[in-house]
């Protein structure tokens, strides 16, 4: 799951939503999918599209029988403290 989720890229800063700390919870049982990610901040331009790309993502590993929700949650708030390390050089905060 996690290989799937690390494919999908925020276009804005160039770095994968699980490197960036985006996504707060998957959970996947027989019949749907679930996924609660975050973003960067409320006002970020391109949610719908990394939102539609978790979905895609989540569907190519789970397939096309489970229902698959992609929720956008603001609690707790995105904190760059949850960045990896990987994402941290690539933004040279390292």
């Known amino acids: 799951m996690a290989k799937a989720l ?5 276009p804005e800063m160039a770095i994968g939503i699980v ?3 985006l996504v707060y919870e998957v959970r996947i049982d027989e ?5 609660r990610i975050t973003m960067t901040t409320p006002a970020c331009p391109v949610t719908e599209l990394i939102v539609e790309e978790t979905r895609e993502a989540l569907g ?7 229902d698959i929700v992609v929720e956008v949650v603001w ?3 995105w904190d760059p403290e949850r960045m ?3 994402a941290r050089s ?4 390292d």
């Open 31 to 35: 019949r749907s999918a679930l996924a």
């Open 84 to 86: 990896s390390e990987r």
């Open 90 to 93: 690539a933004m040279g905060w």
């Open 60 to 66: 190519t590993v789970v397939g096309p029988e489970r």
């Open 6 to 10: 690390a494919r999908v890229v925020d």
């Open 19 to 21: 490197d960036l700390g």
């Open 75 to 77: 609690d707790p708030p």
